[in-house]
């Protein structure tokens, strides 16, 4: 909803953290590969990023400006929450990831609420659609 706001070291960051985010909650589903494959399109960025870009030591420099931390935590919350259910996993990384941000619990909880409420709207938006 916000990526576009991202420059093109920030999206490139996201996508790593997206393919992270993806991978913590132990599923291989197919409903998340074409997921990352919409953000991929969405923001433009060619290649997948490299496993060990996606393993190592969260990246998280390029977000340097509170609007570019918000958007990035509050894009991650709609792929962790986009299943209905906050994984343990999930809940750990967002919690790192959060931390790392500079973002505190309590805002933490404000975008988590706001990520359900995003997604709410799409699936009544997609049903208007259909």
């Known amino acids: 909803m916000f990526l576009h706001h991202l420059n093109e070291d ?3 960051a996201f996508f790593t953290l997206a393919h992270r985010v993806s991978m913590s909650d132990g599923e ?3 409903d998340e590969m074409e997921a990352l494959e919409d953000l991929k399109r969405r923001m433009g960025i060619v290649a997948d990023p490299e ?4 393993l190592g030591d969260l990246h998280l420099e390029p977000f340097d400006t509170p609007k570019s931390r918000a958007i990035a935590l509050m894009e991650l919350l709609t792929i962790v929450y986009s299943d209905g259910f906050l994984h343990e996993g999930e809940a750990k990384l967002i919690g790192e990831i959060a931390t790392g941000l500079g973002i505190d619990q309590e805002r933490l909880s404000k975008m988590a609420e706001w990520a359900m409420s995003a997604l709410d709207l799409e699936a009544d938006g997609e049903s208007l659609i259909d």
């Open 10 to 12: 920030q999206k490139v």
């Open 51 to 54: 496993m060990s870009a996606v």
């Open 28 to 30: 291989d589903g197919m």
